[in-house]
């Protein structure tokens, strides 16, 4: 199932390691980049192109948080929901997100545009609440200025992207 | 150097828009003097330059930096190393995910050669030839910041083969984690490295004698690694004078929480929490500050009338908490303890690995319980089988730090707010909702 670039770049990866199991996080993210997560099939062809055991790469992809094995949105939504962002109003975040995009946590909406998922500290504690999308950061956020973000991806201002 | 860097090193040259300072600009400001001393003497020179100074480590249990060096296998005093059976390694914890800690993400985007220096001298110390990054993949801007930097060190001949003329090798590598609190922790870090679950590793053997794949291994925090160019360049008298007290140095301080101006300065060791609270700005209008978590979530709860504490290690300890990261969060008279504590309990629950029965069992129902609290179906009881849980993942109980790190701020606030548990349990609702 995976493709010859994928496969490539995963040998090429696993080169760059004394030993080839040390590439397996990076194999199976870029398994996810093309894809926008990890299917089933590509855990045994990352482990026979690593020499490890198809369990062990699966022990590696469920543990890891950014390693998803459930299809996603094309854009992750990665909510900081630690102490210091909770002080400053997370909850208040995560409601309004979880109303305009439809879904709750862990949710991806009907469209598959977002996955709106909670995450540990962004490192923005001196400016919570804080979210991060698509590996970009975003700071001091208010409702407002969320749905100012996600119109930023296309997301219209009375757009309801929840079907039900 | 001028009196600004002298009493900032580590940020002195920062801009404050946070734009990695370019190797020419971090060079005339006396960037990789310190590399070239170091690789003018030897390595055990260097590591007795570093135990001098009182360095301690930085990503927050303290430990001093010069003698977590010396437990490296080294041969005979004078630097010739006496197994030559494969690679040393020298790995960059810059996993912060600490919650209330960000010191080490401007260390990083906004002056990277500085680390890469900290890191090549501990490299040289040990006689290591691959260092790791070990750096969180949401770091999105340090990744780039390294990226380059470590390219421009390359080609300066910083990092490589034959290092500034020398006999000396040694190759960086950035690994961008794919997620995980527990990667902060040493040995789960190395496991992480080798490609497996970040779970932790049983301690002995310590990782400076069999580390990544079982050959010595030195592990250090990123803040850690920024000061030692400039302990080797101005020498260890130099960096005792930078503290009034017996811990030497300064620190990263950060706060957060409802302040008028949060955010990160570096400061003498031993600045207190009043002096801190005041830098940045005092509370919003209408406030009160009610206590605080002196270095990240995994510390005891300080109380208001501990403001003169001196934030330094011993201090700190002596007051009933720990320095950790040194970054504070501060807890509000509007804003719910049991709510705080709920947040940091769901954090580590989520955040255990499962390796280890008492954690992995023990902090989902301690956060069970403070959710029913916050709720209002909590009950007594249900308070006294929170203090028995901060009893059960008490140090040794566990097999890594995580949980009794995460039950330090739910005992300090049973004691210190303790009325406000009661509360929840009295009116049957959170009294802030």
């Given at each position: ?164 | ?153 390359q080609k300066a001949g910083y990092v490589g083969e034959r290092v500034l003329g020398s006999g000396w090798n040694i190759s960086i590598r950035m690994h961008m984690s794919a997620g995980r609190y527990m990667c902060g922790e040493e040995s789960g870090l190395l496991n992480a ?241």
């Amino acid at each position: 199932m995976l493709s010859e670039r994928e496969k490539e770049r995963i040998e090429e990866e696993a080169r760059q390691h004394e030993h080839p199991r040390a590439a397996v996080s990076e194999a199976l993210l870029i398994v996810q980049e093309s894809r926008g997560w990890v299917p089933d099939e590509a855990i045994s062809e990352v482990a026979a192109i690593l020499g490890m055991g198809r369990e062990e790469v699966e022990g590696v992809a469920t543990f890891y948080e950014l390693i998803f094995r459930k299809p996603v949105g094309k854009h992750v939504i990665m909510v900081c929901d630690s102490v210091s962002c909770w002080i400053t109003g997370e909850e208040r975040i995560v409601a309004h997100l979880q109303r305009r995009l439809g879904v709750a946590l862990g949710g991806t909406t009907t469209d598959g545009e977002f996955t709106l998922l909670p995450t540990g500290c962004l490192g923005a504690c001196d400016a919570g609440p804080a979210m991060m999308i698509d590996g970009k950061l975003y700071d001091t956020l208010t409702p407002e200025r969320a749905d100012e973000i996600l119109a930023e991806y296309g997301m219209g201002a009375d757009a309801q992207t929840s079907h039900g | 150097m001028g009196w600004e860097q002298m009493l900032k090193p580590l940020t002195a040259d920062i801009r404050a828009d946070r734009a990695a300072l370019p190797l020419a600009a971090y060079e005339a400001a006396g960037g990789y003097q310190g590399l070239r001393t170091a690789i003018s003497q030897t390595p055990f020179q260097v590591q007795q330059a570093v135990t001098a100074s009182g360095l301690r480590g930085r990503g927050g249990a303290g430990f001093p930096t010069g003698m977590k060096w010396s437990f490296v296998p080294m041969g005979a005093p004078g630097g010739s190393t006496a197994d030559t059976g494969g690679h040393r390694y020298l790995v960059v914890n810059a996993d912060e995910k600490e919650p209330g800690t960000m010191k080490d993400r401007w260390l990083m985007e906004g002056n990277p050669h500085q680390l890469l220096e900290g890191a090549l001298i501990a490299a040289w110390a040990v006689q290591a030839d691959i260092a790791y990054i070990f750096l969180r993949r949401e770091y999105t801007q340090c990744a780039q910041s390294l990226t380059r930097a470590i390219a421009e060190a390359q080609k300066a001949g910083y990092v490589g083969e034959r290092v500034l003329g020398s006999g000396w090798n040694i190759s960086i590598r950035m690994h961008m984690s794919a997620g995980r609190y527990m990667c902060g922790e040493e040995s789960g870090l190395l496991n992480a490295l080798e490609g497996r679950r970040a779970t932790p590793r049983n301690k002995p053997p310590f990782p400076q004698v069999s580390g990544l794949w079982g050959r010595p291994t030195v592990v250090n925090n990123v803040e850690t690694l920024v000061n030692v160019p400039h302990i080797i360049r101005e020498g260890p008298e130099w960096f005792k004078s930078l503290s009034p007290g017996s811990d030497p140095g300064t620190k990263i301080y950060g706060v957060s929480g409802k302040l008028k101006r949060p955010g990160l300065w570096e400061l003498p060791m031993g600045t207190t929490v009043r002096e801190l609270v005041d830098l940045a700005g005092g509370m919003k209008d209408g406030l009160k500050l009610r206590g605080l978590l002196p270095g990240g979530a995994s510390t005891d709860f300080l109380s208001a009338d501990q403001m003169d504490v001196k934030l330094d290690f011993d201090s700190v300890a002596k007051a009933g908490s720990r320095l950790g990261t040194g970054t504070m969060i501060v807890l509000d008279d509007a804003t719910c303890p049991v709510g705080m504590v709920l947040s940091l309990e769901k954090f580590f629950a989520r955040e255990s690995c499962g390796f280890c029965t008492p954690c992995r069992e023990g902090l989902p129902w301690v956060a069970r319980i403070l959710e029913s609290l916050e709720q209002g179906t909590g009950e007594q009881r249900d308070l006294e089988i929170l203090e028995q849980h901060v009893g059960l993942l008490a140090p040794g109980r566990t097999f890594c730090a995580l949980a009794p790190g995460a039950v330090e701020p739910l005992g300090s606030a049973l004691k210190l707010f303790r009325d406000d548990f009661e509360k929840h349990v009295h009116q049957k609702r959170c009294p802030w909702k």
